[in-house]
């Protein structure tokens, strides 16, 4: 259980040895604190370098402290900065120290952001672009999590809102004057302006797959019968021998992912098992995870032996194969490869087919160019989609949807009912932010930070 009295402190620097540790410390003891560790409180907000002792006074280590006085802190609390010398050693002295303090504990993961969140220094959609910039692993995740962070979704999300209120306002006046002459064209004016706003919700709410595709990377599914090739390209790809590559049949029976950062995008390659009429259990299970992360992935490399006799005839059984979901949002972009070219070269291929050898090094740079396009056509093209997380789309979803109920009743004859449903749109819209109803939603949230944030 989350106790907000207590003052709170965590390594907010990663484990190990370095060069400079930081603890960090946040609640009404932070003066307390540095008190007891270097006998004096400095002034707020500018860095001193002093003394840290232990119980008998004996020095610690020499340190940068700071201390800033509620509010004008991140967490809106009291709080203070330790910056040591990076000894785990001494790291661990100086919070046993504070643990000794009365009403001093280690902080929960994410319980500096949640007391921020909580003490109005930053929304619950900020939060969780704080966690995404922690996670981020290219410039284009990380251009994702900053636009979150300044705060973009949560001022589209409040201007929404305000304008479902603003409709609510007019919708009471029709209801409180009903038996007064009103302008005839107030109910009209009203009913557009959901329209006009519903609009915005679901243009929001078909861009969200890339939005959740630019913060989350982009898949691609390496397919193709046994020994097509396809571990040879995964390692060909990454620059390292990540698959075992052999003339056996079947040597892949599990998936193989990697890692990539490719032009600044996120990319998880998946190698696959060799699609085929299963040799027993195991290859079989591995058969149907090959067919299902091909299904999964935003772009699906079929590879095709050029000693196939009929190459199109086997890619389209490849295709054929793949269970693609039928409600699928974006239909995943598809590239023919006929691989060993350099052992043959069949004669009926389709003209855009790339023909490659890993073995001889040729159109691997023609291959790596149609890789960088297809990841660039699935990306958004112009400014990053608002909804990058399943809880924003899910928020708006409700949102529209309970606009679409408001927009069924008109005003004149049914006032109390659309305006329960804009209470709902409005109520949805809010969470995201965290301005209404999100207690249930903190746990999950913050317990997926790290303990020092």
Known sequence: MIRLTDTIFALATPPGKSAVQIIRISGAGSARAL???????????????????????????QALVLYFQAPASATGEDTAELHLHGSPVLGRMVMERLENLPRFRLADPGEFSRR????????????????????????????????QLDGALSRKTDDWRQMIISIS??????????DEDLPSDVADQLLQQLTDLQSDLDAAIASAHRGMIRRDGVKIALIGKPNAGKSTLLNHLVGDDRAIV????????????VAMD??????????????????GAVEEEGVRRARQAAAQSEVILVLVDSLETDP????????????????????????????????????????EWLMISVHKGSGLQALDENISALIADVLPKDEA???????????????????????????????ELMAEDLRRAATALGRISGHVDVEDLLDHIFSRFCIGK
């Open 312 to 351: 199109v005839a086997v890619y389209q059984d490849l295709i054929a194969s793949v269970p693609f979901p039928e409600d699928s949002i974006e239909t995943p972009r598809i590239l023919p490869i006929l691989t060993k070219t350099d052992q043959a070269m069949p004669s009926r291929v389709l003209p």
């Open 385 to 415: 989609p608002l909804l990058t997380r399943q809880r924003h789309l899910s928020q708006v979803k409700i949102a529209a949807e309970a606009l679409r109920d408001a927009a069924s009743h008109h005003p004149n004859d049914a006032p």
């Open 169 to 178: 306002a007019e919708l009471a006046a029709l209801i409180d004057f009903a």
């Open 262 to 279: 490719i032009d600044g995008v996120f990319v998880t390659i998946t190698d696959t098992a060799g699609l085929r009429e299963a040799a």
């Open 116 to 147: 921020a969140f909580l003490n109005g220094k930053i929304n619950l959609d900020q939060a969780e672009g704080i966690a995404d910039i922690i996670d981020a692993n290219t410039i284009t995740q990380h251009q994702q999590a900053i636009r």
């Open 35 to 61: 008190k007891a560790l270097t006998g004096k409180v400095p002034a707020p907000r500018q860095a001193h370098f002093t003394s840290i002792c232990d119980d008998n006074g004996d020095l610690l280590d």
């Open 246 to 257: 052999s003339d056996e049949a079947g040597t892949t029976r599990d998936l193989v992912e």
